[in-house]
């Protein structure tokens, strides 16, 4: 059985930071790329940042500088380092493992609210 399961969000004040993390079991972790996408309330999910299986990574523009994704293979955690949180950064966070063949799963989702 497939499980991603996130952690690591709250209630932080703007300017404040969160890291947030993503156990995965049922899967070869090291051969899927890996993702955190968010969605705020009325909108659609949208990426925020993917991490390669060679490590190389890619960020949407709004959190460049701000945010970054890592993974530890031999953990089977990927983790997302949030500093200079906004209120806009207001969202649930969710947690992707994607393989080259196309198959795909999903965390739950972990709330993260900043407060202006």
């Known amino acids: 059985q497939v499980q991603l399961v996130e952690s690591g969000g709250g209630l932080v004040q703007a300017g404040g930071s969160l890291r947030l993390s993503c156990a995965a079991s049922?899967?070869?972790?090291?051969?899927?790329?890996m993702g955190w996408y968010r969605q705020a309330p009325g909108k659609q999910r949208e990426l925020v940042a993917g991490?390669?299986?060679?490590?190389?990574?890619n960020y949407a523009d709004s959190v460049k500088g701000r945010f970054t994704i890592s993974r530890d293979n031999a953990k089977n955690t990927v983790y997302l380092q949030m500093n200079s949180l906004k209120p806009e950064d207001t969202a649930v966070y969710y947690c992707?493992?994607?393989?080259?063949?196309?198959?795909?799963?999903w965390g739950q989702g972990t709330q993260v609210t900043v407060s202006s």
């Open positions: 991490i390669t299986i060679g490590g190389r990574t």
């Open positions: 992707k493992a994607e393989s080259s063949w196309r198959q795909a799963y």
């Open positions: 049922g899967i070869s972790f090291s051969i899927y790329v």
